[in-house]
């Protein structure tokens, strides 16, 4: 049976390599860590810091910039876009419903709220299969 293509994306600065809020390619998981491929290349990040999803999401990841960063510039405001085809970062404006991204000129909506993603959330491997389903309709 194939495995199930699976795409992870971080909230909080774990490495260099490893960008808040861009979706990366889960190259394996287990309830410890995940590899995923950045830039053609694994890079392992601890789970806990993973929202890990068993589809590319379609909408712009909204990210909180960090304090005194140099990038992106403080012009953009508190938060930027993350661009979910390409991984750009665009600057979002207030409460877009959607953003064209500056490099691939893709039309997105932007996920201000994606909390409905959670539903969809891989767990540890000894999770049982239908745990997500319950969670989805207590």
Avoid: K
Wanted: include cysteine.
């Amino acid at each position: 049976m194939p495995h199930a293509e699976q795409w992870a994306r971080t909230r909080v600065r774990t490495s260099r390599q490893v960008r808040r809020g861009a979706w990366y390619r889960v190259l394996r998981a287990t309830a410890l860590e995940g590899v995923l491929e950045v830039n053609r290349r694994p890079v392992t990040v601890p789970r806990t810091f993973l929202q890990i999803l068993p589809f590319r999401p379609t909408m712009w990841s909204v990210v909180t910039r960090l304090p005194n960063a140099q990038h992106p510039p403080a012009s953009w405001g508190s938060t930027y876009g993350v661009c979910p085809s390409c991984s750009a970062r665009a600057p979002l404006g207030r409460q877009a419903p959607q953003v064209v991204c500056p490099r691939c000129n893709g039309l997105f909506p932007v996920a201000w709220e994606d909390s409905g993603l959670c539903v969809f959330e891989a767990r540890e491997e000894t999770a049982r299969p239908s745990a997500a389903r319950d969670r989805a309709t207590s």
